[in-house]
């Protein structure tokens, strides 16, 4: 029974390993294109996230089903109780190989949310002064509150 129980646990996770595999590749991919503000490509990326997201979500949960059916509970730690209880460095691997990657996925996923939210702030200040709107900076009164540069004092008028 053991065999079958890591033979089927190894194509789970061989599965979950290739799809968050092809995740960071397509961050990694995003990221350029960002970068070079392609935005087909972004587009491109955006749909092949869009395919793979609930793929791995499905693969996740067949994951935590195997668990269930095996009386383990259905988080980490009872799948590393699991891992544990088949003393299979192989199987060892694969699961730090997944929790590492999927790591990279989020750090790499969050960077990607910097550049897209520093695009989006330089675009807005484009469209104000397109639009003729003042990119005035903040200035500060006396208590510390901010106000306009246009509310401020001339000097002929101090």
Do not use: C
């Not at 194509?11 to 294109?33: C, G, Y």
């Not at 259905?74 to 929790?99: A, M, V, Y």
Request: zero cysteines; a negative charge.
């Amino acid at each position: 029974m053991t065999d079958t129980v890591v033979d089927e646990l190894t194509a789970l996770l061989a599965n979950e390993q290739t799809t968050v595999k092809a995740l960071l590749e397509i961050l990694d991919q995003e990221s350029e294109a960002l970068l070079r503000h392609d935005i087909s490509a972004i587009e491109k990326l955006a749909q092949s996230k869009k395919h793979l997201l609930p793929k791995f979500q499905q693969q996740v949960q067949a994951r935590l089903d195997y668990l269930s059916t095996h009386q383990y509970e259905t988080t980490e730690s009872g799948f590393e109780q699991f891992l544990s209880s088949l003393n299979n460095p192989s199987l060892d691997e694969q699961w730090l190989t997944i929790k590492d990657g999927f790591r990279s996925v989020i750090t790499q996923n969050e960077k990607n949310g910097i550049i897209i939210n520093h695009s989006r702030q330089k675009n807005r200040s484009l469209m104000n002064i397109l639009h003729g709107n003042k990119n005035e900076p903040n200035l500060y009164n006396a208590e510390g509150a901010s106000k306009s540069s246009h509310a401020r004092h001339r000097l002929g008028e101090a």
